[in-house]
């Protein structure tokens, strides 16, 4: 038997302190071995499962062939971009839970999965807030750019919760964060009031619709046009005349609206007035005459044609009729054939017009 030499052993210590570092921590060639071979093995199957699986292949040449829907190119993406490194991390963690660890590298490898995991559920939670904006979209037929346009908000507010709910796990006292951040907000609210206003007014837009870009449309009782943008803070619009108008927001948000596009038929009112002097017998004969000369259009729907009152100027008709269109410059081709019927016919049966010869509301 041998004696013990401690300084011998010191020596071995610097010497080889790697080895030393080895053993002292309880984890020997073999561990390591091991814990490097599950590692390897798990990334080839997670490299040849995400390249060759049987899901991702079929998704991948659906996406190739252009016949991916949002789900199919929902799905590949979190696939490529999320599950993949996360199971690249996960058999980081299985191969480092084959080694002994103390408390210090338990601790740093909880810290890991936590920051991971929240990195993980913040990306698939934003993906489906996403692919739900799309099939919204898709089914109310809104246009796309609008509604992704305040998802960067939605990522701001996601990605800031999954910070502080990390901070917090790992021991971070993040309560003077919190609450220095709600300090903060409530300066940068009272500073950009009205940015909020028209942000908030621009989320109303989008989500409830009232117009979208291309319609024709009145806001409140002073702009009338075409809607060419609708941004963040505010809605562009091309007017009669030709020049492009700007509205904020919280303006179009709170005003009446009047979308003319979305008509599906426009109601027409117009009035003729003839003499005193028209006989009975072209009195009862003027509705019919009103209604052929109506049917003659095209994209009409003749309603009614009566006498409406008796005035100092001569006896009053009222006429309505409907133009199945919403285009206003339809409506005034065929209001204008109409006058020429009306006009045609009472010449040809001697009929007199009185005062204003003719009103069209």
Request: no cysteine.
């Amino acid at each position: 038997m041998h004696a013990e030499n401690p300084a011998r052993d010191a020596h071995v210590v610097i010497a080889f302190p790697r080895i030393h570092n080895v053993l002292i921590d309880e984890n020997g060639p073999v561990n390591y071995a091991i814990a490097l071979g599950t590692f390897v093995v798990l990334m080839i199957a997670i490299a040849v499962a995400s390249r060759y699986g049987p899901l991702v292949s079929r998704l991948r040449r659906k996406r190739d062939a252009s016949q991916a829907s949002e789900v199919d190119l929902y799905l590949l993406h979190q696939i490529e971009r999320t599950f993949v490194p996360l199971a690249y991390v996960g058999g980081l963690f299985i191969a480092a839970s084959t080694l002994h660890l103390d408390g210090a590298d338990r601790h740093a490898l909880r810290a890991v999965t936590i920051v991971v995991g929240a990195w993980a559920l913040v990306r698939i939670g934003l993906g489906m807030f996403r692919l739900g904006l799309v099939g919204y979209v898709a089914r109310n037929g809104s246009s796309a750019t609008n509604i992704r346009a305040f998802a960067p908000f939605v990522s701001v507010l996601a990605w800031g919760f999954a910070s502080v709910f990390v901070l917090d796990d790992l021991g971070f006292h993040v309560s003077a964060i919190v609450a220095g951040l709600g300090i903060g907000g409530v300066a940068v609210a009272l500073a950009a009031q009205s940015l909020l206003k028209d942000w908030f007014g621009y989320i109303a837009i989008v989500s409830d619709r009232p117009f979208e870009i291309g319609q024709f449309i009145q806001v409140g009782t002073d702009y009338i046009g075409t809607v060419d943008a609708i941004g963040v803070r505010s809605t562009r619009m091309r007017s009669l005349s030709g020049e492009e108008v700007t509205i904020p927001n919280n303006d179009v948000a709170t005003a009446r609206l009047r979308n003319y596009t979305r008509m599906k038929e426009r109601r027409i009112v117009f009035t003729f007035t003839v003499s005193h002097a028209t006989s009975q017998a072209h009195l009862e004969a003027l509705p019919a005459l009103v209604k052929a000369a109506v049917e003659a259009q095209d994209r009409v729907r003749f309603d009614r044609a009566h006498w409406l009152s008796i005035t100092d100027a001569g006896f009053v008709y009222e006429n309505v009729y409907y133009v199945q269109s919403p285009e206003y410059n339809v409506y005034m081709d065929v209001q204008n054939a109409i006058n020429l019927a009306i006009v045609a016919a009472l010449r040809a049966e001697a009929i007199d017009l009185a005062g204003p010869s003719l009103s069209v509301n």
